[in-house]
């Protein structure tokens, strides 16, 4: 193991009905931007906890997305051809 610290950052905005989630992996000399976002439905009760965790699963899942692209990406660079990774 090359002894890499990742470290993931999270911010939350919010109004009445809509949250944000910004994350930020800063993994070595790089650094990755993500949003994940929730609405609140109007007829459910105003729980912020709520729309946080689930604008925090999108940005981690956007997050992952990214990753295993950039993966594939340097893969496919290194075998010369196309190549399909599963998560």
């Not at 800063?26 to 007829?43: D, F, I, M, T, Y």
Request: net charge negative; proline share 3%; charged share 25%.
């Amino acid at each position: 193991m090359n002894g890499q610290l990742w470290s993931l950052e999270m911010t939350f905005s919010e109004d009445d009905i809509h949250t944000r989630a910004d994350a930020w992996l800063r993994a070595g000399q790089r650094e990755l931007h993500v949003v994940g976002r929730a609405k609140r439905n109007l007829s459910d009760p105003p729980i912020p906890a709520i729309g946080e965790q689930l604008a925090a699963a999108r940005a981690l899942s956007e997050l992952s997305r990214e990753l295993v692209a950039e993966a594939t990406e340097a893969i496919e660079v290194y075998e010369g051809h196309r190549v399909g990774l599963h998560v």
